[in-house]
């Protein structure tokens, strides 16, 4: 009823003895094709490396807690497990009992807050372009760059911001520049 994945496997030469139904629920074989099988021959591990890595921390440490490690399905699908495991002598052998959990989805979730952190200090970034002091001419309303050029107004906005104009006339500039249009 568990639902972590739980493997007993030989020290010595990495062979599965036992696993339970969280495993086979996780990885999608089931214990008769695990048992008598090592994980490397099934390619349970998605890396090579990091497996290396996992067990060279258990022979000098006698276990691992938390390793964040992927694995492989039975269908080739690939997924993260936050694994766990430990040495432990059952009549004059050492067997090394592990387990892990499924946590794709948290580090999915993780994935996209990451990207919308960086979608949002983008966004901020561009807003604090347009705060502060912006000198304009007082006749003409061009602004003056970083660099000391007078720019459009609506050039200058468009380049320092997210935003796009439209033109049209207000009811006031409408009557000054064409009279004969006021009805």
């Not at 990091?50 to 938390?66: L, S, T």
């Not at 936050?82 to 009549?91: G, L």
């Not at 602004?143 to 200058?156: F, H, L, N, V």
């Not at 906005?157 to 006339?169: C, K, M, P, Q, V």
Request: with cysteine.
């Amino acid at each position: 009823s568990s639902p972590y994945g739980l493997v007993l496997s030989r020290l010595s030469d990495g062979l599965m003895v036992e696993v339970n139904n969280g495993f086979e629920h996780m990885t999608g074989y089931s214990a008769e094709e695990t048992i008598g099988r090592k994980s490397t021959e099934m390619q349970l591990w998605a890396e090579n490396e990091q497996r290396g890595a996992v067990v060279a921390k258990v022979e000098q440490k006698g276990g691992v807690r938390d390793e964040e490690v992927r694995f492989r399905r039975k269908n080739g699908e690939l997924f993260y497990g936050n694994f766990s495991a430990q040495t432990i002598t059952m009549k004059n052998e050492t067997y090394l009992l592990s387990s892990f959990i499924d946590i794709t989805a948290r580090k999915k979730a993780q994935q996209e807050r990451e990207e919308l952190i960086a979608k949002l200090q983008k966004a901020l970034s561009e807003i604090k372009t347009l705060r502060g002091f912006i000198p304009i001419c007082s006749s003409c309303k061009k602004i003056r760059d970083d660099k000391g050029y007078w720019t459009q107004i609506e050039a200058y906005i468009r380049d320092h911001s997210e935003a796009e104009f439209t033109h049209g006339l207000c009811p006031d500039c409408l009557k000054k520049l064409y009279p004969d249009l006021e009805d």
